[in-house]
T-cell receptor
Framework: GAVVSQHPSRVICKSGTSVKIECRSL??????MFWYRQFPKQSLMLMAT?????????EQGVEKDKFLINHASLTLSTLTVTSAHPEDSSFYIC?????????????FGPGTRLTVT | GQNIDQPTEMTATEGAIVQINCTYQ??????LFWYQQHAGEAPTFLSY??LDGLEEKGRFSSFLSRSKGYSYLLLKELQMKDSASYLC??????????WGAGTKLIIKP
């Protein structure tokens, strides 16, 4: 089956620094990648949707200048949390789809646990 | 390797009961999640089981047997709006989520 990987799996950073999280589709080409944030035992909150080669579409309330998303190829998307603060500590999950933002199955990555101290 | 298995697709009738099974083999266990996902939407959290037994929440119940590496999601009094994909995910010893491929549930009148 389709595999999505994330790197790193966990990261600890100091307040004010930036952190980059990678999301890769290993055996398929991802037309669309999604970035989610999850708090414990809560639903995944969609942060943004990115299509290869174009700007990401951010959900309401998500700061696009703080959460930089780059989807430069059909197998890689990156999320950079800039000037991280402790409230940005969370579990970040990406997913990838072959079929676009409103069609096709989504394959989820294992998540990246970010802790900002 | 780590693996989560759940049926690809199931069909049920409005008003009936359906059970969606999930079996898992993971390196360690820190809980099992069930999510509901409608097409084009973000997954919605349904349940979290970390101890053996049945957790009931309205029309939805989730069961876990850690010794068998097995869980099921039980949906009662099915409604048309329950047509969705249901995702099973296990958190392993490194607190990473291992995802099942999802079960597409089709509800017929």
């Amino acid at each position: 089956g389709a595999v999505v990987s994330q790197h790193p799996s966990r990261v600890i950073c100091k307040s004010g620094t930036s952190v980059k999280i990678e999301c890769r589709s290993l055996d398929f080409q991802a037309t669309t990648m999604f970035w989610y944030r999850q708090f414990p035992k809560q639903s995944l909150m969609l942060m943004a949707t990115s299509n290869e080669g174009s700007k990401a579409t951010y959900e309401q309330g998500v700061e696009k200048d703080k959460f930089l998303i780059n989807h430069a190829s059909l197998t890689l998307s990156t999320l950079t949390v800039t000037s991280a603060h402790p409230e940005d500590s969370s579990f970040y999950i990406c997913s990838a789809s072959e079929g676009g933002s409103d069609g096709g199955e989504q394959y989820f990555g294992p998540g990246t646990r970010l802790t900002v101290t | 390797g780590q693996n989560i298995d759940q049926p690809t697709e199931m069909t049920a009738t409005e008003g009936a009961i359906v059970q969606i099974n999930c079996t898992y083999q993971t390196s360690g266990f820190n809980g099992l999640f069930w999510y509901q996902q409608h097409a084009g939407e973000a997954p919605t959290f349904l349940s979290y089981n970390v101890l053996d037994g049945l957790e009931e929440k309205g029309r939805f119940s989730s069961f876990l047997s850690r010794s068998k590496g097995y869980s099921y999601l039980l949906l009662k009094e099915l409604q048309m709006k329950d047509s969705a994909s249901y995702l099973c995910a296990v958190m392993d010893s490194n607190y990473q989520l291992i995802w099942g491929a999802g079960t597409k549930l089709i509800i017929k009148p």
